[in-house]
């Protein structure tokens, strides 16, 4: 990590290393961000087929945390969309459970699961509550032939005195026949501040990150990540 002054910098990743960090504050609505809930744009038929994939996982749906499915078609390849499950594996209260990691591709007429990705005990909250998986479809191109999509998870709390959040970035890749976790848990931004009983003295700490492909430079036959951002800290003074 190279810095520049005190709150710039950019660091270069390459694929296949395990980095965990913490991410940037945001407020977040808890809602049902895709399946099984209408309210999110998704119609009946998006539901049924969203359906048809529990259904090859053999899951059922009390199995998974409707509220954080995520789903989404990929713009580079229309006929398919990628699914997210969190599976519960324990849960002994709202800031303490496990849940193991479903990732699918699919076809999007049928729902017949073409590629699969399955982590045990993916997302742990302990603290800090899993509040939103979302897929994201940027430009991730590792090589002539690869493009990855990506899978943020963001965790936080509703500490006052202590808030607090993290989001993580994972990159996925089609190789073999089979889907491939190229790159996990990668903070993509932070937060974290310290405020006194009437939130009027204290500080706050935000880190936020873009990647750019470096086409020039590659590890495992994959293009270099560039890693560039900032960090903040605000300091409050009590009057």
């Known amino acids: 990590m190279f810095y520049r002054g005190s ?13 965990y960090h913490i991410m940037k504050k945001t407020l977040l609505l808890l809602l049902c961000t895709i399946v099984f809930c209408p309210k999110n744009g998704v119609g009946q038929a998006q539901n049924d087929l969203l359906k048809k994939v529990l ?15 995520a789903y989404k078609k990929l713009p580079y390849a229309k006929d398919k969309s990628v699914v997210v499950f969190p599976k519960y ?3 002994s209260d709202e800031m303490d459970y496990v849940f ?18 399955y982590e045990h005990e993916a997302w742990v909250s302990d603290g800090l509550r899993l509040d939103e998986i979302s897929i ?8 002539n032939e690869t493009r990855a999509f990506g899978v943020r998870v963001h965790f936080g709390n509703n500490s006052h005195g202590y808030p607090s959040s993290n989001t993580y970035l994972s990159l996925f890749v089609v190789e073999n026949n089979t889907l491939k976790g190229v790159l996990k ?8 501040g310290e405020f006194g009983p009437t939130c009027s003295d204290g500080y706050r700490e935000e880190m936020e990150s873009v990647i750019d492909i470096d086409k020039q430079h590659q590890n495992n036959q994959f293009n270099d990540l560039v890693i560039s951002g900032t960090v903040t800290t605000t300091d409050y003074l009590k009057k």
């Open 185 to 192: 848990n990668y903070t993509i931004a932070s937060y974290h």
């Open 89 to 91: 594996v324990s849960k």
């Open 55 to 69: 259904k090859q996982l053999a899951l059922q749906e009390k199995d998974v945390e409707k509220t954080l499915v």
């Open 136 to 143: 994201d479809t940027g430009l991730f191109i590792l090589n």
């Open 7 to 19: 709150i710039a910098y950019e660091q270069r990743s390459c694929l296949f290393l395990n980095v």
């Open 100 to 117: 193991d990691a479903y990732i699918v591709v699919i076809d999007n007429l049928s729902g017949k699961i073409l590629y699969k990705f």
